[in-house]
């Protein structure tokens, strides 16, 4: 094991996508399938026993499946031949009847996904509920809209969270879209025909479907990875939506605008000072690596023919790494959050270092269209030079003067006044949040 | 211009996607954001008027405003400087009025993207109609399944087509469901809380939203970028899947294989004899680009807070740059399916070339188990070493001969005989590609 | 013409990669071809001159050869052909002899990508020169220096430019391997034997390399793609470069952070006071498209056999594209460093905004070890809690009193005094940039 | 661990990149650290000793330290915890004098990717090895050269394996000059400054560098990635080179083709006659998964300011990811080459079933120029159309029978008279191999 096994997992993802794992759930395939079998009459109910009561992984030597691999380049071939022998002379002929290898492999590799999807769908709704009570308890919280990291015009804390809030509903809903479309049995023999079954094939995938709790497909897929393709993008904008909350987090931790912190920051091993926004940083790594990993599952939908050269077998390391990332990435943005601790005092500060001209879109407005600004813009210039606030600046400019009186002039000024329909705004993502919840 | 902006697109998206489009979608966002206004009496109706007749991109000098881009940083700076000059000194006063540049860029996009899923959808469910066919009439067209790129056991042609149709069935759903969920305005102002517009901002958002025929999202996403990344994972599936088809072509045409050929191959400068496929290996190349350049719009999802300083201007080359080669795959696709020639006798010669080899499943599967697998195995070493057929090996094989008489044996390793659920499956793909296309 | 195209790229790098530009590089490889050969008595003198005299883009009509290539696959097919056409009945029976259409285009490319080359290595020495520059006039220039975007312990400006000027001169000298061992002609006939020159093809490939100033390679190399997948790198890591000085740009161009600024930045269409740093903007959306580009170029190394079907056709998109994007990195991150604005003064005020947390490290330094980093990490506790200054913090325990005297600490915790190899290190940047420059 | 840890890597790899391998060099970086140090008398010589004695990875809870670097974000902080405990009161307050924790963790990481691409290139010049005793064993067994997959003009296995053999010289090369350019100390403390070292900084890097046998680069380079890009690409560009080999082996390999076969070839679960190009495909998705890595690291280039917060991160994991596949890769196609089936009366047989079509191009060229193309063009239909071979439809037409004798048609369609250069270009291929050697 090394260090990245630790870091850019959890220890429940890391579990799913075990090599124990991976074997376990090609054996519940197995088991369901000499199961579905037997209740057809294709194979004697008691070789259905005897297979199905060696389904379990214990018994198998799982660092010697994976050696023997090697040479066999399916982990099939090493596994029903243990099954075969573990099940006894006589059942043993019935294991893995009409199935072919990627029948098996790619339904065990369903069922750890389907497993993964659940446990990332939970994580990530807590995090979106961290998210809501950011929105709602900062509705009120103003601090400096950035754009192109530039002071912008002013929002609120709360209308930030709400929009990381809105990110997480939508990929939470597409988390189970792609739960739900990807949840479906591969069987389909060695061309896709089931022709080892005769006519019976459909009859048994609908019965091995039923037993693991799968839908059967319109067709077998194995050489169409769509699906395999939406579950990877599926877990790609998931960690790109935590990479795009670790990175507002990072930004906003740095000395310079000091908005907020993780309530557990990360030291140093030379600086006593420091206080890393750590879980925000491997965030953005994990997240990182999601992406380029789930690259991989678009370029190689190309697979050949009735089986993929490559292309599949790319997938069996591709595939289990996007979960641990993406866990990863939720996980740490999940501990972000916890306990995050946000300045509201230093929003407004950084808020009011630009001598008001965060506000000048305000002033614009009000004295309207394409003059409104170029009045404006020669306020900021004055701002800018001269070392005043825009106030002063506009008070000082008699054109300006003319329209805006002073008093008018201190409330326009004033980003708690600035914020339009952030209120509004804010309600919509809880509201929707909530909607997908109840789901 | 250059090759590839010819080679790897169409004409058509190419149109929709050209710097006069980007352009006249922009004007048509100022143009629909004015009317609004003016509806709700913001901005005087005349001024709306004289600002949405202005809105054609055949009164702008295009080039030059892009020139300006590189300056402005942003195309709206120039395009709204010229669009209020244009409109007159009172009109111009309430061009883009309490917008900000990335709302009428993105929708722009959003519109160019709407119309590149609509071109696209409707081109990808002709080569589905092309498979469909393919599919129908080769139901019983026996050839030779292959898994990593050997021949496994038999499948017709028509099976194969029926897989890729329900690729694209999936497919063309797909595109469906990101044009829904894609077509969303954007619309918040510089930092999303729409303050310019006071209370009213929500309002103006649902009639501006009403005139393009988009929906108002819950909450602006202008750094929020999962919608674009989705759209960029539909093409880049759809591409993918063009890449599969393509891939199975390409290797179907070759020379040692030969069981189909572009109707329009194409030639070779130095060899007379050549046919190319070339339809298949252009899909190839664009598919390969469409993923690459897919991924861009993940990785890019972490938009630094209120706006991208780097990953947003990046979608502007990525998402036009993804629809072309997308629907170059399909439109290549399209044409190497369009008069592709199927020679059904090359497929059964090459099936038979085997000397009965890829019938040995159907021998184990009668003969039944591990243990007829491990006589055929024995049986197949013969038809290597021997040079016989598998029917002469079994034949020659007492244990074998016990189970099964020469007659049954002729029937069972008949390929015609061993395709199972074969047209069960080809029903399948078509009854789903027919309840897709009556959607 | 859309945007991305003049926003991406930079005239020069466009010109060079021009659809005009990539027909007449293949025509001098005509023409080169011809020459050799009659040199070597092969064609006849004249045929060879008549080709010669043809091999003009102007003479061509670009648009219709590119709309031929459309059903050609290659653009040599139109090409010979109307050359063969323009150069008369008999001269034209000897056009593109004993070649094969990739080593046209190949070599063509080859051509192109060399000036390319040369354009970039230019403008990145002149990078260079600017961060040359200012690590030399800012080598004093006390600023923060950052971690995980954590105030860490000072440097200087200077030392930051120095490190970009580091890897700048790296970069070229990477540029000119990339160039001498990518400068090679590609001629070897359609499987790569010079079948068609008999036993002189070699003799052939010499004289045409010669006439284009290339190198004749050990072997054609028509499938085997690393040549350009190193070009690819090269440029990649180019613009990779480019985003990392960016990258601090943006970082340092914040409204927080406020340390330098463009001298010329971009505004915004709503809010007058902006200033965006939008060179390093652009240059950070360009690396990233580069990086995305350049990544096909490595996964697209598996080329069949004797020519690639799908792989090789990618690259005429892939490789021009990659060029412009980092064309256009190196010109606005040279843009953003003309006339940077250095606000040395902030960048103190920066650095003492951490009440003199950032000396924590010299105090522990000075105090010893493990024991030191606790006391200094106690100290630094009570500079948060109790809002005092780092040396009020530590002139008040008696432990570190004991040890550094007032007056050490004053200096101690002066940062100008922390700046250990700062000047060596400057020093020995810019001698290596001079070095390389001398080459 | 789970079946991709031994599926995707090699024993000998995974040993060098192993979580006890990362402690282990990371412990040799503190011990050259103590050591240098107490030779030039900044720490005491006793404590360097005891502190040296303590740096073996047995000594350590390794599991634990990656446990707690879960919290601490780097692994540096627990381990010079650990250490300084170990080694005691006194000593203790001397580990990691003056160094950052980005010093020993990349310096540690450089120790391990040396140690890497020596087991790379050492195996990669073996499969050079292999390469050249084909190239030379087949320099005469002639076979179809293919273009797009299409038979195009003939040439020889030798000439295919010399091209192989070219690209494994040239990436040799590669690895060679990474491994050079990429063995450099990392030493600059937190701001790459060396402050905490006073102006001794460079003199103890020197010490360290040599103790532990690498470079001191001209500057820290803790945010400037280009090296570790650069090792990145060597990797990639070696797992391409074994995609394109292994595509090549997995083609010839085809039912259809059946020139070459895997000495040790798989099996299937479910059909007897398979054998599988097991090793070509396990190198293939090898090959792709490196790829895709790779990518991340010349997109991670983005470090910011003094150490990147996820780019480096991620490099954690990516690094160690990328030389597993890439050495996998190099092992599965040495293991697809050690004892190559290569079947040269199939190549023969293969090249004959175009009845003559492959040799159209050497009449052409007989027959000169343009003209040439057309008659024989012409020629080529009638093959296709009536049945009959190239020589025969040359023969009934009298345009060519005026030029070409029966006699000399008959030479000048047989392949083996058609190969050009081939035993020259051989002969480079092997003559490279051996320069490459010799170094």
Redesign the interface.
């Known amino acids: ?8 997992s959890t220890p429940e993802m890391s579990a799913v ?3 124990t794992s ?1 074997v376990q759930r090609m054996l519940e395939v197995e088991a369901a399938l000499a199961q579905a079998q037997a209740r057809m009459g294709i194979i004697p109910s008691d070789a259905a026993e005897a297979i199905a009561a060696q389904c379990r992984v214990e018994l198998f030597d799982v ?1 010697r499946l ?2 023997e ?9 090493p596994l ?1 031949r243990a099954l ?1 022998e573990k099940a006894g002379e006589a059942p ?11 029948d ?1 492999i790619d339904t065990g590799m369903v069922l750890q996904a389907r497993e993964g999807l659940d446990l990332l769908e939970r994580r990530l709704r807590e995090v979106g509920t961290a998210c809501a009570e950011l929105a709602d308890r900062h509705r009120r919280t103003v601090m ?12 609120t804390f709360g ?2 969270a ?3 809030l ?2 997480i ?3 939470v809903s ?1 988390l189970g879209r792609v739960r739900r479309q990807g949840s479906v049995l591969q069987f389909g ?11 019976e ?2 009859q048994v995938a609908e019965l091995v479907a039923d037993e693991l709790g799968l839908e059967v ?11 395999m ?2 579950v990877a ?1 599926g877990l ?2 998931v960690a ?2 935590m ?2 909350i ?3 987090l ?2 906003l ?5 000091a908005e907020v912190g993780e309530g ?1 920051g ?13 879980n ?3 965030a ?6 999601a ?6 599952l ?10 993929g ?6 997938e ?3 595939l ?2 996007l979960f641990r990332y993406t866990a990863c990435a939720v996980e740490r943005v999940g501990a972000a959050l916890d306990g995050l601790q946000v300045d509201a005092a230093r929003m407004r500060q ?1 808020l009011d ?2 001598d008001g ?2 506000m ?3 002033l ?2 009000r004295l ?7 009045l ?2 020669e ?2 210039r004055r ?1 800018a030079e001269e070392g005043i606030t ?1 106030r002063e600046a506009a008070a000082a400019d008699e054109r300006i003067r003319e329209v805006v009186s002073p008093q008018e002039l201190a409330v326009l000024l004033d980003p708690e006044h ?5 209120d ?2 804010i309600d ?2 809880l ?2 949040f909530r909607a997908q919840s109840d789901r």
């Open positions: 094991m090394d260090l990245p096994d630790v870091l850019f996508f075990s090599g991976r660092e994976f050696e691999t090697l040479a066999a380049g399916v982990l099939t071939i029903v075969a043993g002929r019935y294991v893995h009847w009409g199935a072919t290898s990627q098996v400096a809209g950035r754009t192109l990291l530039q002071q912008a015009v002013p929002l209308l930030k709400a929009r990381w809105a990110l509903s939508r990929r597409t023999g060695a061309s896709g025909t089931l022709a080892a079954l005769g006519g094939g459909l497909p319109e067709l077998p897929w194995h050489a169409e990875r769509d699906r393709a939406d993008w790609a904008t790109g939506a990479g795009k670790a990175h507002d990072v930004l931790a740095q000395s310079e605008v557990q990360g030291g140093s091993s030379s600086m006593p000072q420091k206080r890393n926004p750590t925000a940083v491997q953005l790594a994990a997240a990182r690596l992406g380029a990993t789930a690259s991989l678009v370029s190689g939908m190309e697979h050949e023919h009735e089986r050269a490559g292309g599949w077998q790319a069996w390391a591709a289990p790494a950084n270092r630009s001209l965060i000048a879109e305000a614009a407005v309207g269209g394409r003059d409104g600004h170029r404006v813009g306020a900021c701002v825009l600035y914020l339009g329909s952030t509004l705004l919509r993502a509201e929707a």
